[in-house]
């Protein structure tokens, strides 16, 4: 079955320990993005990837970082979270180019106390 | 299209109402516009998506939008809405190489 998948799924940690997030696809797109979701400000682009090895700032890449070594995987990083950190974390998958459809993640509801 | 807004936060409609969610864009050059929807605890889903050609499109599940150049809408319509079309709703576009810029979101509640 083509899918996004995500893990976890849900977490909950603390200020400032480091944690990844993972994102893995099986249709061997070459484009994929992270976002996230917040009440009232829908989803905001974090970072995206165009290929193996190229990765770029989305709207809101502060205090996030990203990697993209293999096709299928894009890992969500973060280094030092912070409570304003607590959000739903998107990832989506697409092939290369402008106006194909993207299919997203179940989703990651991360808490940062 | 550079970007999108939604201004309707919350509708509230009785089956079998029709509905009709507002989307304006920002010109930017080439339109790509997009609508999601969100069933509660689930992921986004395309709906359906408008690049050139017939102002007028169907998606799936009965939704259909209208591309009007002169207002700069992309307005989602359903004729009858169900129960299960509970959910929250996206317009986007995209920027860039392939990036979405969404909008706020409506949350639909349809009443039984």
Known sequence: EAQVTQNPRYL?????????????????????????????????????????????????????????KEKRNFPLILESPSPN??????????????????????GTRLTVL | AQSVSQHNHHVILSEAASLELGCNYSYGGTVNLFWYVQYPGQHLQLLLKYFSGDPLVKGIKGFEAEFIKSKFSFNLRKPSVQWSDT?????????????????????LTVIP
């Open chain 1, 12 to 68: 909950i940690t603390v200020t400032g320990k480091k944690l990844t997030v993972t994102c893995s696809q099986n249709m061997n797109h070459e484009y994929m993005s992270w976002y996230r979701q917040d009440p009232g400000l829908g989803l905001r682009q974090i970072y995206y990837s165009m290929n193996v090895e190229v990765t770029d700032k989305g709207d809101v890449p502060e205090g996030y970082k990203v990697s993209r």
């Open chain 1, 85 to 106: 950190q607590t959000s739903l974390y998107f990832c989506a998958s697409s092939f290369g180019g402008r106006g194909h459809e993207q299919f997203f993640g179940p």
């Open chain 2, 87 to 107: 959910a929250e709703y996206f317009c986007a576009s995209i920027r860039g190489a392939n990036n979405l810029f969404f909008g706020t979101g409506t949350r």
